[in-house]
């Protein structure tokens, strides 16, 4: 099936057969072996070199799979703003052998991976299909084979991560999910050092689901009570229980396997048609409303419910569920409060007020979601000099139509 849908998008018998012949073979290579697998094919699809850059786990980093290349900044390369865009870039390039360079965003679904590089001596038409085309076939690759690689792991890693964190980010999903209707992207830090925080966010059948947990403490047992509930909403959604069920999953799953244990959290459902919106709130920060690049006070703010894994030992009442109808082009924002509690180096306190000016200021470019969050998280991180004091966990969701659409193709000189 996919070979026949590059057959039909990009025609031409040759560079069919290459990319036919490159699927197969990547299917039975090790991870290590993906840059010497696709140069291998490079010159039948009219290349002289192409290179593969994953993004670091704090995506300020495109870091090379390969030897002999060098790590590029997100924030001040090229290759970087085709990350940060989505878009094609081509330049010039300034050595004895000349010709051009294409970078072109890896995209798996909505996730963004990095980039590719992609160097060649004349670009037209039929060469720049069959560059988009590779890029959308290594994506899907990468994905699977970063499932159970720690080649790729080490990759995406710029230093060494302790124990509570690494049991966490194992039941982490991808940083991204979304379609056309709706997309849910988060971020978490510090990176390395992880307590209690975490997310989670999946898609049904016209449903998007996204939750944000934080639990009590910042040790491994907090990362054990928060692989607990990931594992309670998963097991609650995965069996067709409604919010207020799948809540009552988590809290009772506390309650039994860790009792002196509890967590905050924000459990959420948008429909996807509609824009209607249902959440609980258990005992965590309200969710903020950002409308026209403007965060609206107080608008989803309502009265606060127990942790999780107190209602199942302390109040038999169901939780509450709120609702609220978002308008194409609204997002929503959870936060723990390892954001707004964090201080700068002089000790002030960065406060919902700070906050809410830091989101006005980075959504005011007119970003996609999930660079927004991006560069929001790096604010907060820098102006705490990289020291945060407890976890600090950003989930964004953006309802409406077009709302991940990439950028268009940019060139220089």
């Given at each position: 099936?996919?070979?026949?849908?590059?057959?039909?998008?990009y025609?031409?018998?040759?560079?069919?057969?290459?990319?036919?012949?490159?699927?197969?073979?990547?299917?039975?290579?090790?991870?290590?072996?993906m840059?010497?697998?696709?140069?291998?094919?490079?010159a039948?699809?009219?290349?002289r070199?192409?290179?593969?850059?994953?993004?670091d786990?704090?995506?300020?980093?495109?870091?090379?799979?390969?030897?002999?290349?060098?790590?590029?900044?997100?924030?001040?390369?090229?290759?970087?703003?085709?990350?940060?865009?989505?878009?094609?870039?081509?330049?010039?390039?300034?050595?004895?052998?000349?010709?051009?360079?294409?970078?072109?965003?890896?995209?798996?679904?909505?996730?963004?991976?990095?980039?590719?590089?992609?160097?060649?001596?004349?670009?037209?038409?039929?060469?720049?299909?069959r560059?988009?085309?590779?890029?959308?076939?290594?994506?899907?690759?990468?994905?699977?084979?970063?499932?159970?690689?720690?080649?790729?792991?080490?990759?995406?890693?710029?230093?060494?991560?302790?124990?509570?964190a690494?049991?966490?980010?194992?039941?982490?999903?991808?940083?991204?999910?979304?379609?056309?209707?709706?997309?849910?992207?988060?971020?978490?830090?510090?990176?390395?050092e992880?307590?209690?925080?975490?997310?989670?966010?999946?898609?049904?059948?016209?449903?998007l689901?996204?939750?944000?947990?934080?639990?009590?403490?910042h040790?491994?047992?907090?990362?054990?009570?928060?692989?607990?509930?990931?594992?309670?909403?998963?097991?609650?959604?995965?069996?067709?229980?409604?919010?207020?069920?799948?809540?009552?999953?988590?809290?009772?799953?506390?309650?039994?396997?860790?009792?002196?244990?509890?967590?905050?959290?924000?459990?959420?459902?948008?429909?996807l048609?509609?824009?209607?919106?249902?959440w609980?709130?258990?005992?965590?920060?309200?969710?903020?409303?950002?409308?026209?690049?403007?965060?609206?006070?107080?608008?989803?703010?309502?009265?606060?419910?127990?942790p999780?894994?107190?209602?199942?030992?302390?109040?038999?009442?169901?939780?509450?569920?709120?609702?609220?109808?978002?308008?194409?082009?609204?997002?929503?924002?959870?936060?723990?409060?390892?954001?707004?509690?964090?201080?700068?180096?002089?000790?002030t306190?960065?406060?919902?007020?700070?906050?809410?000016?830091?989101?006005?200021?980075?959504?005011?470019?007119?970003?996609?979601?999930?660079?927004?969050?991006?560069?929001?998280?790096?604010?907060?991180?820098?102006?705490?000099?990289?020291?945060?004091?407890?976890?600090?966990?950003?989930?964004?969701?953006?309802?409406?139509?077009?709302?991940?659409?990439?950028?268009?193709?940019?060139?220089?000189?």
């Amino acid at each position: 099936m996919a070979g026949e849908a590059f057959a039909d998008a990009y025609p031409g018998a040759e560079s069919y057969g290459t990319l036919e012949a490159l699927l197969q073979q990547a299917q039975h290579a090790a991870p290590t072996d993906m840059p010497d697998l696709v140069n291998r094919h490079a010159a039948a699809l009219g290349l002289r070199h192409v290179g593969i850059y994953l993004v670091d786990i704090q995506q300020r980093q495109l870091c090379p799979l390969g030897v002999g290349q060098r790590a590029l900044a997100v924030d001040s390369s090229l290759a970087g703003w085709t990350y940060r865009t989505l878009a094609l870039r081509v330049e010039s390039l300034d050595d004895p052998e000349g010709g051009l360079r294409l970078w072109l965003p890896l995209i798996d679904g909505v996730e963004r991976l990095g980039v590719l590089e992609a160097r060649t001596e004349v670009l037209d038409g039929a060469r720049m299909r069959r560059c988009r085309a590779l890029a959308a076939l290594l994506a899907p690759i990468i994905t699977s084979k970063r499932a159970y690689s720690d080649t790729f792991v080490r990759q995406a890693r710029t230093q060494p991560m302790q124990l509570p964190a690494e049991m966490v980010r194992a039941f982490l999903p991808p940083r991204t999910i979304g379609n056309e209707q709706a997309v849910s992207t988060a971020v978490l830090e510090p990176a390395y050092e992880l307590g209690g925080d975490a997310f989670d966010h999946s898609m049904t059948q016209g449903t998007l689901h996204a939750a944000i947990i934080d639990s009590m403490g910042h040790d491994l047992a907090a990362g054990l009570a928060t692989s607990v509930a990931l594992a309670g909403c998963r097991s609650g959604r995965r069996a067709g229980a409604d919010l207020p069920e799948t809540v009552d999953t988590v809290d009772h799953a506390l309650a039994q396997w860790l009792p002196d244990r509890f967590a905050t959290g924000i459990f959420l459902q948008v429909d996807l048609t509609s824009g209607h919106l249902r959440w609980i709130n258990c005992g965590h920060p309200p969710p903020l409303l950002i409308r026209h690049h403007t965060v609206l006070d107080h608008v989803l703010e309502r009265p606060g419910q127990l942790p999780l894994g107190l209602p199942a030992t302390l109040n038999p009442e169901p939780r509450t569920v709120h609702a609220a109808d978002l308008e194409p082009g609204d997002r929503v924002l959870l936060y723990t409060d390892g954001v707004t509690e964090a201080r700068d180096a002089g000790g002030t306190l960065l406060g919902l007020e700070r906050f809410t000016d830091t989101i006005i200021r980075a959504t005011a470019g007119g970003e996609l979601a999930f660079e927004t969050l991006r560069r929001l998280i790096h604010f907060i991180v820098d102006d705490q000099c990289n020291e945060l004091r407890d976890d600090a966990t950003l989930l964004l969701v953006e309802w409406g139509p077009d709302s991940w659409a990439p950028g268009g193709d940019a060139f220089t000189g």
